[in-house]
Every structure is written in C-alpha cells, then in structure tokens.
C-alpha cells in the first residue's frame, strides 16, 4: 500500500520572532532550479512546524530567552544583542524594569501584550510562560497555536480492519524508532478515532522530530496535519423580559414553511439530529431539562473538557456529559434550540420566554458533541471524531455551525470526516460562513465538502424589540445594549443629539444632564460603545442612544443604553430636530417590527465558490436575528434576566435548515443525502437583492431560500441538483437535466429561464477581492431544447441545455447565473435547478497580491527587522531578520517562500537555494492556503502570510533536519504559487513574483 502525506501545513507566522536558531551545516544541493522542481519535491511532505527545545546557553543570543527566570544569566549575557531595540533593556543579569512583575513577566520597559498577533518586531513578546512549561525554560517566540495548523500535531489514518489499538500502534513503534525523540514525555495522545469509517490515532510530538518518521508506522494509510479551528462566533443582541400580545410569532417559521408541516402535525418525530458545537445547556426547560435516554437530548458526549483550547496547548479531555455552563456565548445551547427547543407553557423564572416558541423540529431526538472548551479555538481531529461519533450513535442528521477558511473541496480531517458518513447516508449540515464582508470566495470547510449542504443566512421577516414612543405615540424599535440593557417600564426624557463627529463623546454636554444623549458611532474613532455611553454617563445623561452601528452594542453597566439601527435613527434624528424639547416615552414594552432586509441575504453571509469554482453554499436558511436558548451563565455575561437571545449568523441557518430535513425525513422517509438535497434545491425560494430589482445570485444562496413545505409535498425531481458550469474557458457546450414526474398522473412542464444578477468581485488594480461585490444586470443567453414537456406518471424526460457567457470583462472574472424553472401544469409550485458559472480563463486570476489600495492594507513583499521595506541593492544583516510577506489574492493548493540568486541564470534555469526556514517555525512552505483578507475576519487570515529568514534555507521540509545557512552574498526571495487548475508538475502553471535583490550581512 502507498503511503502518503495527504495535505502539507499551510504555515501563517504572523507574529513569529525574526531571530532564527544557528544553522545545522549546510547540505548538498539537490539541484532544485524550477518552480515546479521545487513543488514536486514538497508536496505532500510537509506537515508543519516542528519546534524543539532550545539550549540554555546560547552565545550568539539566537534563541532568545531560553534559561529560567530566576536563574542568573552569564555576565556575557546581561546586555542586550548587537542590533536589539533600544528598549530591549531587561536581559536576565540586569533588574526588570520599573513597574515590572516581580516574577519578571513583563521582560522589558515597553508595555507587553498577550497575544503578539501584529507586533512583528517582536518587542512586546508575551506576558506568560508556554502550556505546560513551569520552569519557564522554553519560552515561545510565537504563540503556541500560530498558523492554522496546530504544531507539532499529527493524525494517522490506519486501516479500519488494523487489529491494535492506535495509539498503542504509535508508540510501539516510535519509541522503538528513536527512543531519544520519542518517549512517554514527549509523546502526548490527542483523540482516537476507531469506526467501520475511519480509525486513527492524533497526537503532539513535544520534541524537534523528523517528521517522516510517522510514515513508517506499521499500518498506517495517511497521515494529515491538525488543523486549528476558530471558535464561532455571531452577532448578539441582549433579550430582556417583554411583556408581548400572543398572537406575535417570533419564529421564522412562516419564511421557510415550517409552519406548514407543524401545522400538519409534521414536528419531525423519530428523527435523530446530532448537533456538533460548544456544547448545550441541557438543564433549560426549552431543552427537556435532562440529558440520556428518554430526554429531549438523549445523545452525544464531550469530546474535550472545559480547559481546552488551541490557544493555552492544553489536550482534550473526553466526558460522556456535554453539559456547557461556562461559554459567555452559550453558542451550542442556541443552535440546538433553533432545531428542537420547546419554549411553551415554560414558568420557571429566568427560563421565561418573550414569546412561548417551538424549535423546527421539536419532536426530534437530539444529540449534542461538545466540541469546544469554555473559550478558546477547538481542532479538526475533534471535529473529526465527532462526526464520526454521531454517525456511530445513529444520527440521520447531523448540525454543525462551525467551520474554518474554505480552500479545496476535501482537503481536511474534517472534510474527509463529512464526505465518508455522507455516503454512509448521514445528512450533514454545516454552515457557509460569516465572512461575507469580505467578499467572493469566503465560503468555509468542511462546508464546502461536495455532499455537505452549505447553508448562507438570510434574515428573519421580523424581530422582537422594545420600543420608544414621541408625542404623537408613534413607535421607534430599538436594539438594548447588553451591559445594562435598556430602559423598564415608561420613563420620559428628553434626546439631545451629540456633535456627529463626537463618537467618542470628549466634549461637555451640560444640557445632557437627566436626558438621553445620542451618539454617533464611528468605526475609526477608535472607542467602542462602552467608551460612547460612559461618556453620556459622565455627562449625567440619564441613557445613551448609539447610532450607525449596523450590530448590537455592548453598551455601558452604568447607564441604559441602546441601539437604533439604519431605518430608525433618522426618523428619531429629525424628529428632534424639529422639536428638541419634546419628552419621549422609553419603555420595554416590545412589538415584532418588520425587517427591511427579510428574506434577502444577511450581510455577514459568505460568498461561493470553492476554489474549484463548484457552487456553494447549496442553500439558505434564516441566520439574521434568530431567537433561541442560552445558558444561565451566557444570560448573565449579556446582562439578561432570561435564558434566551436574539443571535445572528449562518450559525443560526444552519441548524434552521437542519430540522427541515429532520421535518422531511419524517413525512418522506430516509432518501439518499442527494436526493434529499435535489428536493431542497429544486423548491428554494428566489429571492432579490436587497433593495434591488436583481434576482440574487446562487453564488451567494445556491438554490434559494429553504421552503420545507415545497420540498417535501413536490413531485418533480429535476437534477442534477445544480450546475456548476465552470469558468468561460472551461464550461461545455451544453447539459443534459433530467426531469422526473415522482406523481400519479401526468404532468405538462413549461420550462424557462430566470437570469440572476452578475456579480463582480474584483477591481482594477487591486489583486484582493473587493469587500462589497457588485451586481449588474448581464443575462447569461440560455438556450432549451424543448419549451414545454409532458412527463408521464413515474416517468422521466431529458433537457438539454446550452448557457452562453454574457459579455463582462473578463479580467475582473465575474459570475452569471440564475435558475432553469419548470413549472408544473397542476398547479404545484415550480421546481427550479440552480446555475452558476464564471465568464474569464480563472487560471489568470492573480494569485499572489502585489497591489491594494486599501488603505492600511500590505501586499507581497520582504522587509527588514524594523518593519521598512528592503530595496533594490540593501544591505541587510540577516542576524537582526528579514520578514517576508506572502499575501494570497486567490486561494492556492500550494504556496512556498525560496531563496535564489541575485545573479544571471541560464534560461529556463533558476537555481533554488532552498525553502527559507526558521528551526521551530517551521519551513516556507504552504499546501492548501487559504487566501488573504484586508479587515479581520472570522476564517481568513488578515494581512497576509509572513515568515521570518535569518538566512537559513531547507531541502527538507518536513521537519527541517537539513538546514543550509548561505554565506552573505546577493539575494532575491522568490514567491510562487500555483494557479488555479494548475498542474504542479508544470513549471508554466505557477505564478511567480521575485522581491528586488538585496545582500545579506552577518
């Protein structure tokens, strides 16, 4: 059997230190020259940074700190290094600096920070020790979880018919291997896997280890690198007790036809959904109150303990309880209600509803996987063992509204994990991903798995909300703020407006004093709302009223607070204005107020495609302010008298699309996941653009809005589900659907086109996708073979069809798309097949950015320990560092950072000197890297790639055991990528781009 490295470690050093380990002595050359030399001979080897411990002493002071703390250093040691800032002052012979920690935790005169994330110089460094270092030996010089992949941490895949235990396979042979390396303190399992699917064993490696190692363990089929995962997070707005009418239905239910199967008796019964999250509060009465059998949440575990985290290095810890109590989101508890909560008939204080609710599929047997520690990220080998747990414990369905930066169809634990229970049947719902503000090509994994159905956020028709009342009594909805919430009962003030440009209130509002100040907010002001209404506190005012901020605030414990959102403020805004003195009404008392945006896509929802430009997400459910359970803890962070909140994300889509599968699997059985999602997708809903007469784009809903009614009750079965017609280069001359009448009695289809609008995400010189894609209105030509077809009872017709690019500039590689309809001729609804294509050869898509005009925003380059630019012809000394700087415009299967020489080369013939490298950081190497983002954002790394050089270079990325420092001399550092459909084998397929050349000095 052929054993392989299944994926390499996409290495993001953002903040690793420049100052590199010394060399081991130089190797042989390999005779590397091409591109393409260079990525046949890493790929699929590397699996990531492989830190070791540094020594105690270290004369050229390359390793930093590495002797404890309370040890004298050697006198040769008490200055600081040739070339260190000026406040790098506090070595360990000298006293600390003043207002230090005793302890010394603070290191040097500068204030430090915890997290170095955006301090590339490295002066702040951190203020603890690493996990599970008392000593204070062997500090990091960057954080434990750096990059998107945990370090030094490994999954081996065995053969389900192995007949030894796992981890028992990885230490017999490893410690026998090199018993020095490997040992019972260095050799830490994470999680065993053993099902009919997939059995396998993670662990870390605590010591400098060649990685090739592992693959000669007995048995083993692949090895993947662990990688990190975010924790998920969403927008929250506080939910106090209101006193409603009970006719106002605070569920989405109406906008997905839910509340057609409920009331048909449909409450999904018999049906197992299996949640994978941050773990359920359980104990909420919403949630059947209990956990095992014959409870509402029969099922699942906790595959990690609360101590877990990526950040802190800690190791998971199973328990057979999911009980979450301590998350300040309580993100697990509102998921699972969103499916099966039971909010009615509920007098338990605190657990009290606005609103008496029921979940999508209340009746449903839930399971939960906690999968989260109280905070921090969470890794692909739990997620991966969750999934495969659920399929074990008999889930049809399984929730998970977490996912990380989505590159290539399967290409993660994770992914692997959901595509092999998928084709054992399970149904497997994940959501799309809230980066949407940051454009195209955001979808996350594992959503975009090929069976997983990636779910977008649309928001909700209406939302709950307290009110204020003018004169005249007309009502104006507002947001409260979670840190004291808003206003009780009927209290009158006056509302005196702010100077607009005040948004951190510096100025003195005298006339403020027992009224309501309102505040602009502003995000470069640079204070954020607690700083906005301390202020109105500090003026006396007796509430504060935050305006154009497009979530919720946090408000201030001081004061009431609240926000107004786009449609409301400039109501209030010129009401005073035309009378400053008037009293309005500040009550809690709520009303449903219809949204603007209902059923048009929320903001935070990710774009498609993958990188293969296969459509995702598939489909959309409600995810913009969806109410559900919380935990009593996550109600006091919010400062919330009750058990429940209003939360936004395709966190909340997902988990309301989840149980309209739990409802169709109750009325129509347990169909195949692709039949299953051809009835989801045929009976979507085809919505606008916001605030548009643009039909929206599948690259942002696929199929449309979930209809669970349509999809269950429609005998029209057109597939394939949807059709991803590839970019213009690539697309066919035509497709074959297939329509088949599932009814008793023959039907006459009439077949027609509805053309969604084009989106553009990129600009003119600017290699990042572009926040805010725009849509026009540029029809793709769709041709039918047949107008109208009459298919018998049972029977089926074919269709072809052919789809002609629209005309765009094919430099920006918009998307076309729309729908192929077939309406029926006995009244039923439409049935609809989703299309989405791409005009432009993508394989000219810029990979590597070299120009942005954000402002603030950094492109491709190298630069200096300083932080400034390294020009044409520099000398620079490569003991103090060198940063260079990869920013991904586009997605990429591989990316790695070499040297080369400055000089001439003969043509076709460019020498690599090797992959730069950093001992502990790993090498330069990235397999799968996912592309840049210019703001922060929730799966997608800001600001680029960057990794450290001191002039060390590696032939050997897998655990840079072959280490070659090159003498000083004229350099250039050269960044490749491969293009999209590119072939690694093919030099012609990488895009490459060369910094100025530079000489490097010791």
């Given at each position: ?742 009814g008793k009695q023959s039907v006459t289809y009439t077949l027609s086109d509805i053309a969604s609008g084009t989106i553009t995400g990129l600009a003119k010189g600017n290699d990042i ?150 001992p502990g950081g790993g090498s330069a190497y990235m397999s799968n890297a996912a592309r840049n983002i210019d703001v922060s954002g929730q799966g997608f790394t800001q600001g680029g ?58």
């Amino acid at each position: 059997m052929k054993l392989s490295l299944s994926v390499a470690s996409a290495l993001a050093l953002s903040s690793s230190a420049y100052a590199a380990q010394t060399p081991r002595p130089a190797a042989k050359s390999t005779g590397l020259k091409n591109v393409a030399d260079v990525a046949a001979a890493f790929q699929n080897i590397n699996l990531g940074p492989t830190a070791g411990v540094a020594p105690v002493i270290d004369p050229n002071r390359q390793h930093w700190f590495t002797v404890p703390k309370t040890t004298p250093a050697p006198a040769s040691l008490t200055g600081p290094a040739k070339g260190d800032a000026p406040d790098r002052q506090h070595w360990f012979g000298t006293p600390p600096a003043a207002g230090d920690a005793p302890d010394r935790q603070h290191w040097f005169s500068v204030a430090p920070v915890v997290d170095a994330a955006g301090d590339p110089d490295r002066q702040h460094w951190f203020t603890a020790p690493a996990a599970g270092d008392p000593g204070r030996q062997h500090w990091l010089t960057a954080p434990k979880s750096s990059g998107p992949y945990l370090p030094n941490s490994y999954l081996v895949e065995f053969d389900p018919t192995h007949p030894i235990n796992p981890m028992t396979t990885v230490k017999n042979f490893l410690t026998s291997h090199d018993p020095k390396t490997y040992n019972a303190k260095t050799l830490h399992a994470r999680t065993t896997i053993s099902t009919p699917l997939f059995k396998g064993q993670s662990f870390t490696i605590d010591a400098q280890h060649n990685a090739a190692d592992l693959l000669k363990i007995p048995g083993a089929k692949k090895i993947y690198p662990v990688r990190i995962i975010k924790r998920p997070t969403v927008q929250r707005t506080a939910a106090k007790s209101l006193a409603v009418s009970a006719d106002q239905d605070i569920t989405s239910h109406a906008q997905t036809g839910v509340a057609e199967q409920h009331a048909a008796g449909n409450f999904g019964k018999g049906v197992k959904v299996a949640v994978v999250d941050t773990g359920v509060y359980y104990k909420h009465p919403a949630l059947g109150g209990c956990f095992g059998k014959g409870c509402k949440i029969s099922f699942g575990k906790d595959l990690v303990g609360d101590n877990y985290s990526t950040e802190l290095g800690t190791s998971p810890v199973e328990d057979p309880d999911p009980l979450d109590n301590c998350s300040d989101e309580a993100h697990g508890t509102h998921t699972t209600g969103i499916i099966g909560a039971d909010a009615r008939n509920i007098n338990t204080p605190g657990f009290v509803p606005a609103r008496p609710f029921t979940g999508v599929a209340p009746s449903a047997t839930l399971g939960h996987y906690r999968v989260f520690g109280c905070s921090g990220s969470t890794s692909s080998d739990v997620m991966a063992k969750a999934i495969y747990s659920a399929f074990e414990d008999g889930a049809d369905i399984i929730s998970m509204s977490i996912g990380s930066a989505g590159v290539v169809p399967v290409g993660e634990i994770d992914s692997v994990a959901v595509e092999r229970v998928a084709k054992a049947g399970v149904h497997v719902v994940v959501s799309a991903g809230n980066d949407g503000g940051e454009g195209l090509f955001t979808t996350g994994s594992p959503s975009v798995a090929p069976s997983a159905y990636s779910v977008a956020a649309y928001d909700i028709h209406a939302i709950l909300q307290p009110q204020i009342f003018d004169t005249a009594g007309k009502a104006y909805p507002y947001a409260p703020a979670a840190a004291h919430g808003g206003w009780k009962g009927d209290q009158q003030f006056q509302i005196v407006v702010a100077d607009p440009n005040d948004h951190c209130v510096a100025k003195k509002y005298p006339e403020a004093a027992g009224k309501v100040l309102m505040v602009q907010y502003s995000p470069s002001a640079g204070c954020g709302t607690s700083k906005m209404c301390l202020g109105a506190s500090q003026n006396n005012a007796t509430g504060c009223l935050i305006y154009g901020l497009p979530g919720a605030a946090a408000g201030n414990a001081a004061i009431s607070g609240a926000v107004l959102d786009a449609q409301t403020a400039p109501l209030v805004l010129a009401a005073v204005a035309k009378n400053p003195t008037a009293m309005w009404h500040f009550t809690d008392k709520s009303a449903l107020f219809k949204s603007a945006t209902a059923s048009t896509a929320s903001s935070f929802s990710s774009y498609g495609t993958d990188i293969e430009l296969n459509m995702k997400p598939d489909i959309a459910s409600i995810g913009g302010n969806v109410y559900s359970t919380v935990s009593p803890h996550a109600a006091q962070v919010a400062a919330s008298d009750v058990s429940y909140a209003y939360m936004s994300g395709t966190s909340m889509a997902c988990p309301n699309f989840a149980g309209a599968v739990a409802l169709f699997i109750e009325a129509r059985g347990r169909l195949s996941v692709d039949r299953v999602k051809a009835a989801f997708l045929n009976n979507g809903q085809i919505t606008k653009v916001f605030s548009s007469a643009l039909t929206e784009s599948p690259v942002r809903g696929g199929g449309g809005l979930v209809n669970a009614t349509s999809a269950i009750l429609s005998n029209a079965i057109f597939t394939p589900s949807q059709l991803s017609l590839n970019d213009t280069k690539h697309a066919k001359a035509s497709y074959k659907l297939n329509l088949k009448n599932a009814g008793k009695q023959s039907v006459t289809y009439t077949l027609s086109d509805i053309a969604s609008g084009t989106i553009t995400g990129l600009a003119k010189g600017n290699d990042i996708p572009i926040p805010m894609p725009v849509y026009a209105n540029a029809p793709a030509k769709v041709t039918l073979s047949q107008k109208k077809v009459t298919v018998a009872a049972g029977k089926s017709v074919d269709i072809t069809v052919k789809i002609a690019a629209p005309k765009a500039d094919a430099s920006l590689f918009p998307f076309y798309g729309g729908y192929i309809v077939a309406t029926p001729s006995d009244g039923s609804l439409p049935v609809h097949v989703p299309y989405l294509g791409m005009v432009g050869d993508f394989s000219k898509a810029k990979v590597i950015a070299e120009n942005d005009p954000t402002p603030g925003a950094v492109v491709t380059s190298v630069f200096d320990a300083t932080g400034a630019p390294i020009a044409e012809g520099a000398t620079v000394n490569a003991t103090q560092g060198i940063g260079a700087r990869l920013v991904l415009g586009q997605s990429t299967r591989i990316a790695f950072v070499d040297v080369i020489a400055a000089g001439n080369s003969l043509p076709g013939y460019t020498p690599s000197l090797g992959v730069i490298s950093s001992p502990g950081g790993g090498s330069a190497y990235m397999s799968n890297a996912a592309r840049n983002i210019d703001v922060s954002g929730q799966g997608f790394t800001q600001g680029g790639y960057i990794f450290p050089w001191a002039g060390a270079t590696t032939l050997s990325p897998v655990d840079n055991s072959i280490l070659n420092l090159l003498p000083a001399g004229s350099y250039k550092i050269r960044f490749t990528a491969l293009k999209h459909f590119g072939d690694a084998a093919n030099p012609k397929d990488f895009e490459v781009v060369t910094s100025p050349a530079f000489n490097i000095v010791y």
